[in-house]
């Protein structure tokens, strides 16, 4: 799938996996109480999708200053999100290590999913560093770094015991359900929402299929199988600037969001 081990997290197929992540996030009862009162997800979808990306390759890939610029951003925009009893979505404070804890955990573990879905189980040294480029993403903000799991075998120990009790409540599903279902976003959006919806589903545990209000079959498990089958002989045949092409974008994107900052011309002299 890929050339070497760093490669993994620029891999554009790992976009099939966001509405897995997302939903894993939103089951999480008090994600998706706060996301419900707080986020613009159903109508900005693409946005946020762009912020959080551009979060996780300005970790993993970006130069210190656009790791400080990433982390700045998300920072800026958990802000607002607190909570306090007898608010609309009293236990949510987007700065609650727990909470960082289980997004950066659906993130790493939506990643793998669909890693090995195209090149098959991973060696223990890929593995091993893919692990490690999502304990980096994860500890980047507040989550103190004895609270990321020390290693695979303790996150999957982790990983099963929060999907045992993982139950989507009322406002989770609606966020969830506007994303998927989308009323008022573009039209090629919309388009591609069927395609999207499919290979969610498929990747989704069977309770959260059923939380969220999707259906699911043998026929659709055997399209699906089919579908990855497809996708790992075609997928790794395409150009590496192609499967790369939406990381570079988002640090393009990134880069020319710094040069423009007060900061930035400040210190090359443009600026008094």
């Known amino acids: 799938m890929v050339q070497g081990e760093a490669d993994f997290r620029a891999e554009g197929i790992l ?4 509405g897995r992540a997302i939903l894993l996030q939103l089951a999480n009862p008090a994600i998706g109480r ?14 946020r999708l762009k912020g959080t990306l551009t979060y996780v390759y300005g970790i993993v890939y970006g130069t210190e200053e656009q790791v400080k610029e990433v982390r700045r951003r998300v920072n800026r925009a958990h802000v607002p999100v607190r ?19 289980w997004v950066a955990a659906t993130l790493y573990d939506t990643a793998l999913t669909i890693v090995e879905k195209i090149r098959g189980p991973l060696g223990d040294e890929a593995a091993d560093a893919l692990y490690r480029d999502y304990a980096r993403i994860g500890t980047a903000l507040q989550l103190p770094p004895d609270m990321w799991p020390k290693d695979r075998a303790a996150f999957s120990r982790y990983w099963d015991e929060q999907l ?12 969830g359900r506007g994303l998927l279902f989308p009323k008022h976003t573009a039209l090629w959006y919309r388009a591609i ?6 290979l969610t589903a498929g990747l989704l545990p069977e309770q959260l299929r059923k939380d969220f209000g999707l259906v699911w079959s043998d026929r659709h498990q055997r399209r699906f199988d089919l579908t990855w089958r497809i996708l790992a002989v075609a997928y790794p045949m395409l150009p590496v600037r192609i499967r790369h092409w939406f990381k570079d974008y988002c640090l393009a994107e990134l880069e020319k969001d710094l040069r423009k900052s007060p900061q930035t011309m400040q210190r090359q002299g443009t600026t008094a």
């Open 15 to 18: 976009l099939a996996g966001a």
């Open 34 to 47: 706060g996301v419900a009162a707080h986020s613009t997800f159903t109508q900005r979808p693409v946005n």
């Open 83 to 101: 909570r306090t009893a007898g608010e609309p979505s009293a236990g949510y404070n987007a700065f609650d290590p727990a909470l960082q804890l």
């Open 164 to 175: 045992s009790t993982l139950r989507a409540e009322e406002e989770g599903v609606r966020v």
């Open 193 to 198: 929402m069927p395609s999207a919806r499919f």
